[in-house]
C-alpha cells in the first residue's frame, strides 16, 4: 500500500502545483484555499502515510489501509471539487464539501488506528534489526 500512497501523492503534487502556477499567472488567489487543501491532504498527508506504510509494510497490508487508501482518494476529490464549485459562488454545494470531509476525516481516524495498532518494534525485532525507541543522546 506504500507505493499506491506515494504515487497518488504524486499526482496531487502536480494538481497542487497546477493550481498554485494558475493562480500566480492570473493574479486570482480564489483558489488558495483548494491548493492548500490538495498539497496538505493530498500531497504530503498521502506521501507520509506511504512513507509509514512502506517502513511498516506490516501496517501497510491492513484492511484498515486499504480502507484509509479509498476513503481518502473518494472524500478528498469531492471536497475538493465542492470546495471550486463554493469558491466560484454556489453556496448550496457545502453540504457536498461536508460529505467529502466527512470521509475524509474518517480515512484519516482510519490511519490512526492502523498506526496505533501496527506500527511497532515487531517489524524491527522479526528482522533482527535493533529497535530502541528510548536511546536518546545528551546534547
Known sequence: MGAKLIKIASI????????GMFMSMTHNFGLASVHAHINLLGWA??????????????????????AHFWLHNIG???????????VSGVPSVEPV??????????SVILFMINVLKNVNATY?????LNYNRNKTTPL
Open 12 to 19: 496531487y503534487f502536480v494538481i497542487g502545483v497546477l493550481f
Open 45 to 66: 498527508s498521502l506521501a507520509l502515510a506511504g512513507l509509514i506504510y512502506s517502513v511498516y509494510p506490516i501496517a501497510g497490508e491492513t484492511p484498515l489501509a486499504k
Open 97 to 106: 464539501i461536508a460529505v467529502g470531509g466527512l470521509i475524509t476525516v474518517i
Open 124 to 128: 524491527f525485532k522479526s528482522k533482527g
Open 76 to 86: 478528498l476529490p469531492i471536497m475538493m471539487i465542492g470546495l471550486i464549485v463554493l
